[in-house]
């Protein structure tokens, strides 16, 4: 069985990658996720490229799903990958756990300078030090008030 990593190129980036111009063409955002297809769509947003990969991907044979039949009549005869839930009510609750996440705790709302969305709050240094510039940093009394917006 063909794994979807065997399908894809994984590439991680730091946070001088986002702010870089070759990075502001695959997203213009500079946030990630990001994802580049085999055509050279560029697309971002979490939902949108688990929706891409699940259609790209789900009934491919080889990654372990299967196609019965053909043209208009064909139906999913094996697994997808599971990236998309079976049910109406299981998709719409992954739907909404992606677009709180998309919505509250990855995106800053702000465009302020040093403001950071409530994920910094996971990764960002109390301090600046030699390696972080006091742009990159979260004091502890804002990484507490936006670890516990994450918790409401």
């Known amino acids: 069985r063909r794994l979807l990593e065997d399908s894809i190129e994984t590439v991680t980036i730091g946070h001088d990658d986002l702010c870089s111009e070759s990075y ?9 996720p990001a994802f580049v297809t085999d055509a050279g769509l560029h697309l971002f ?5 688990m929706g891409y990969l699940e259609d790209r991907f789900g009934d491919d044979p080889a990654s372990g799903g299967r196609i019965d039949g053909e043209g208009e009549g064909a139906t999913r ?9 079976d049910t ?3 998709r719409a609750f992954v739907n909404l756990l992606v677009r709180i996440h998309d919505l509250y ?10 403001f950071s969305h409530t994920q910094g709050c996971m990764y960002l240094d ?27």
């Open 24 to 32: 502001a063409r695959v997203n213009p955002l500079g946030k990630v």
């Open 45 to 49: 947003e979490a939902s949108v490229i």
């Open 77 to 85: 005869g094996g697994p997808s990958l599971g990236l998309v839930p």
């Open 88 to 90: 109406p009510d299981d």
């Open 105 to 114: 705790i990855a995106s800053p709302n702000c465009t302020q300078p040093s």
């Open 126 to 152: 109390p301090t600046e030090t030699e390696f972080t510039p006091a742009s990159r940093t979260m004091d502890v009394k804002t990484r507490a008030a936006k670890a516990a917006e994450i918790f409401k």
